[in-house]
């Protein structure tokens, strides 16, 4: 089977608040969007924010979550780490841990949106971005 994640839906209480913390803090631009549902091309998948009453309607049962995740999103030096948690802060973030070194190297925050879905801002120089935004996996 092809290793791939094509749509990533966060469910969220408020579209407009967090379709304000997707487009004003990461300046992300929606493909679609309608009273329920925005979605973001990504670099090779979609991200959909998705009102969670109808998500939960969708999929026929309540939404619980049974584990600790975070989504990532890697920036292609130290300083834009801060940068780009202070912008996420701006349009309605909570910083959960502010930019710092960890052992590993590079330099690594963490940053909630309206909702609670947890986002680590991270610079990893042995994780090189191309100019489509992807990131190539690459041991430090």
Known sequence: MQQQISVITLAVSDLERSRRF???GFGWTPVFENEEIVFYQMNGFVLGTWLKARLEDDMGRGLHSPGAFTLAHNVSSEDQAKVVMDRLAGAGGRILLEPAAPPHGGIRGYIADPDDHTW?????????IDENGHVTFGAS
């Open 22 to 24: 997707y487009t004003d």
């Open 120 to 128: 680590e801002i991270a610079f990893n120089p042995a994780w090189p």
